[in-house]
C-alpha cells in the first residue's frame, strides 16, 4: 500500500518513516508508535490519512454494529477504584441490587425489541459468588436461548473464583457450561502494574487479566479488549498496553474488537478527591484521533475490529473516528450506567435508525452484526421503510427502561445481603 506523496509533505521525517514502514506491512514497534503519539499537524493528518488507507485494506467500508442492551445489575463494589464513580458501599443508600427475575425481565423486554445481546457487568458485591453468576447465565438462557450472553469482566471472574476457592478455569468451564457466549474484556485500563496500584490498588493484576482472558479463549470463549486511556498513564503505557493485547491475539486469536475507553474525568473520585497530581481531564479530541488510528496500524493485522465508543466520546467525534481507522459502532446499549455516572453526557441509548444514519453519513455502509461478528443485515446505501424496528420508535429511552439515578432510588431494589446471595 501507498499514499500520495503529497500526503506526506509537511509531515514530521521520524512520523513519515514509521507510516511508510506501516504501509509496507512492517509491525510498528512501541517504540515507533510512541513517534506516532506526538504526531501534530500535518504529521496527525498523515497518520489518520495511513490509518483509514489500512482500515480499508483490512476490513473495506462495512461499519457494523450490534443490537445489544447493558444491563449493569448491582453497583454495590467490594473495591473502592478510584477512577470508578458507578460502585457504592454496601451501606450506601443509593446501592441496588436487582434480582435474578428483574435481570430475565429485562433480557426478555430487549429481545422483543430486537436485541441479540445482553452485557451483564456489575460491582462485586458481597454475598456473590461462582454459583450465582453460574445461576444467572443459566436462568437468562432458560428464558430466552437465543440471546447472546456477554458477561463478566475479568474483574468478576475473578472474584466468582475467590468467593467460591475455584480456578479461573473452573468459573470459565462452568459458565460457558451454563450458556456464556463471550466476555468483555475490561478491567484491563492500562496494563501496568505501577499505574494501577496509582489508579486501582487491590484492583485484578496484568497477569492475572492475561490469565483469565487467555484461559477464555482456550475454553472457546471469545473476549473484547480494552485500554482506558487519558487520566495518568505515559505514551509508553499505553503502546506497551497495545503491544500487550497483539502478542496475546497472536497466541490465542480469542479477542473479537479493540475498544478505546476514554476516561471520564468529571465526577471519578480520585478528580473530586485531588488524589492524583499529574491526573488529566480525559483525553482532548486530538488524543483521541492518535490513539484510535495507532491502533489501526499497531492492531489491524490481529485484532481487525476496532470499536468507538459513542457514550464516551459522543456520537460527532465517534462518527469522526470512522475516518481514523474505526469500523464498528458498538451497540445500542439501551441502558448506560457506568460512563453516566462518572459524568458522561451522551445518553444511554443509541437506535439502530440513528447508527446506520450516522455511517451512511460517512459514505460506508451498515451491517447489523452479532457479537461475533456475523452478519445480520448488511443495508442499502439508502435507507428504506422496512428498515425501522421496535427500537427506533422509543422517543424517551428512560421512560421506557429505566436509568440509572432510578434504580439508585428504587426502593424495590435496595441492596441487601440476604438479596445478593440468593
Not at 485484532?303 to 456520537?315: A, M, T
Not at 469500523?327 to 457506568?338: K, P
Request: aromatic content about 6%; glycine content about 8%; hydrophobic content about 40%.
Amino acid at each position: 500500500m501507498t499514499l500520495d506523496k503529497q500526503v506526506f509533505r509537511d509531515v514530521d521525517a521520524e512520523v513519515r518513516g514509521v507510516l511508510e514502514r506501516a504501509l509496507a506491512g512492517h509491525d510498528v514497534s512501541v517504540d515507533e508508535a510512541v513517534i506516532l503519539c506526538r504526531a501534530r499537524g500535518a504529521s496527525l493528518h498523515a497518520l489518520v490519512a495511513v490509518a483509514d488507507t489500512m482500515r480499508r485494506a483490512q476490513v473495506g467500508d462495512d461499519v457494523a454494529y450490534v443490537v445489544n442492551r447493558n444491563i449493569n445489575f448491582t453497583n454495590v463494589c467490594t473495591k473502592a477504584c478510584r477512577f470508578c464513580a458507578f460502585s457504592r458501599q454496601r451501606k450506601s443508600d443509593e446501592g441496588y441490587f436487582l434480582p435474578t427475575e428483574e435481570i430475565v425481565r429485562r433480557v426478555l423486554q430487549a429481545k422483543a425489541f430486537g436485541a441479540t445481546e445482553v452485557c451483564i457487568q456489575a460491582g462485586l458485591a458481597p454475598g456473590v459468588d461462582a454459583h450465582f453468576y453460574v445461576g444467572l447465565v443459566r436462568a437468562i438462557k432458560a428464558a430466552a436461548p437465543d440471546i447472546h450472553v456477554h458477561a463478566f469482566s475479568p474483574e468478576e471472574v475473578k472474584y466468582a473464583a475467590t468467593q467460591s476457592g475455584w480456578s479461573f478455569d473452573r468459573v470459565l468451564r462452568e459458565l460457558k457450561e451454563a450458556g456464556l457466549g463471550s466476555l468483555p474484556g475490561t478491567s484491563a485500563e492500562v496494563l501496568d502494574d505501577r499505574l494501577r496500584a496509582r489508579i486501582a490498588p487491590g484492583r485484578i493484576t496484568t497477569a492475572e487479566w492475561i490469565d483469565v482472558i487467555t484461559s477464555a479463549h482456550a475454553l472457546g470463549l471469545p473476549t473484547t479488549s480494552t485500554l482506558m486511556y487519558g487520566h495518568v498513564e505515559t505514551d509508553v503505557e499505553r503502546m506497551t498496553h497495545l503491544d500487550l493485547l497483539r502478542s496475546i491475539q497472536r497466541r490465542t486469536g480469542g479477542f473479537t474488537e479493540f475498544v478505546p475507553l476514554s476516561f471520564v474525568h468529571e465526577e471519578a473520585p480520585m478528580t473530586l478527591r485531588q488524589q492524583l497530581p499529574d491526573l488529566r481531564q480525559g483525553p482532548t479530541g486530538n488524543d483521541v484521533i492518535r490513539l484510535y488510528a495507532i491502533a489501526r496500524l499497531m492492531l489491524g493485522s490481529t485484532i481487525r475490529n476496532l470499536q468507538v465508543s459513542w457514550v464516551k466520546d459522543g456520537l460527532r467525534q465517534a462518527q469522526w473516528l470512522l475516518a481514523c481507522g474505526a469500523n464498528d459502532f458498538g451497540g445500542t446499549l439501551i441502558n448506560e450506567s457506568i460512563s453516566t455516572s462518572a459524568g458522561a453526557s451522551h445518553g444511554q441509548l443509541q437506535s439502530p435508525a440513528v447508527l446506520r444514519r450516522v455511517i451512511r453519513d460517512t459514505g460506508r455502509t451498515p451491517i447489523e452484526r452479532t457479537t461475533r461478528y456475523e452478519v445480520i443485515r448488511r443495508y442499502s446505501a439508502d435507507p428504506s421503510p422496512d428498515e425501522a424496528g421496535p427500537l427506533d420508535q422509543i422517543a424517551d429511552s428512560e421512560e421506557v427502561f429505566g436509568s440509572y439515578d432510578q434504580l439508585t432510588r428504587d426502593p424495590r431494589f435496595r441492596f441487601r445481603l440476604a438479596v445478593a446471595a440468593v
